[in-house]
Every structure is written in C-alpha cells, then in structure tokens.
C-alpha cells in the first residue's frame, strides 16, 4: 500500500544558481561568466551538479574561505556523514587533495584541501584568479 513508509513519496528536479562568495553569511559576490546547477531530489536525499566560471574576485577580500552558496536545499544537521565529494577545479591554485563540503543545516558548502602531513584547510579567494567550478555532490536535506 502506498501508506508505508518506505513509499517514494517526494520526488523533485530543478535547477539552482550557485554563487560563489567570501563569507558564510553571503559576503561580496565573485563575477561570474557561467553559473548554473541542476539537482534531483529523491525523498531526503539531494543530487546537486553545477558549474561555475570566475571572470574575476575583484572586490572580494583575498584572504577569506570561498563559499559556495545558492544549494536548492539546506543539508541536515547533525547527519553522521561529513557530505563531501570530489570537485574539479580548472586553473585554480591547490594543494593536495580538494573536496566539496556542504555545511551542516546550510545552503551553502566549502572547498576543503587536504595535503598529506599537513591537514585539511580551506581555499580561499586569491587562489580563485579566473578559474572554473565544477562539482556532483550528494546529500541529505
């Protein structure tokens, strides 16, 4: 019967506008020449993939994390999992190994670098320049 509750009964597509920032609550905005995401929503688990060019940072306070905002639902708290997934990232500097972390209970997510013997950081904006975005992540809202 449709009443148990293991039913699909919350399916949605839909696409997003990922911006990408330098603070967590929506700092300044970098230029973008593409920004666009597509996502599948299946019962509480959210399939998100988007792209994002940076004409330019300027404006934007070098020293601070990027963040990524405009995810089309908040990630769900608490959860066990850390939500992170592989990212590509053109013509921007890194060191190690970069990951896409959705934060927990926000719309927004970070880029993790992690280097063996050195830990996991953040990128921050003056390792932007003019390089492109381009993540599919998973998650729960």
């Known amino acids: 019967s449709n009443t148990d509750s293991n039913t699909l009964d919350d399916y949605e597509e839909g ?18 020449s593409l920004n666009s995401g597509t996502y599948t929503k299946v019962g509480r688990l959210v399939m998100v993939q988007f792209g994002i060019t940076i004409n330019s940072t300027a404006g934007m306070t070098s020293g601070n994390g990027v963040y990524i905002h405009g ?17 590509i990232l053109g ?7 970069v990951t896409f972390k959705v934060q927990d209970g926000q719309t927004w997510g970070t880029i993790q670098e992690t280097s063996s013997g050195i830990g996991t950081g953040y ?19």
């Not at 995810?71 to 990212?87: E, H, K, M, S, Y």
Request: hydrophobic share 40%; charged share 5%.
């Open 15 to 32: 696409t997003f506008t990922p911006t990408v920032e330098d603070a967590s609550s929506g700092g300044n905005v970098a230029n973008h």
């Open 71 to 87: 995810l089309p639902f908040a990630q769900a708290g608490g959860t066990v999992l850390n939500n992170c997934a592989p990212i």
């Open 91 to 97: 013509s921007i500097s890194f060191s190690g190994f």
């Open 123 to 141: 990128l921050i904006i003056s390792d932007l320049g003019t390089g492109s975005i381009s993540v599919t992540a998973t998650y729960s809202a």
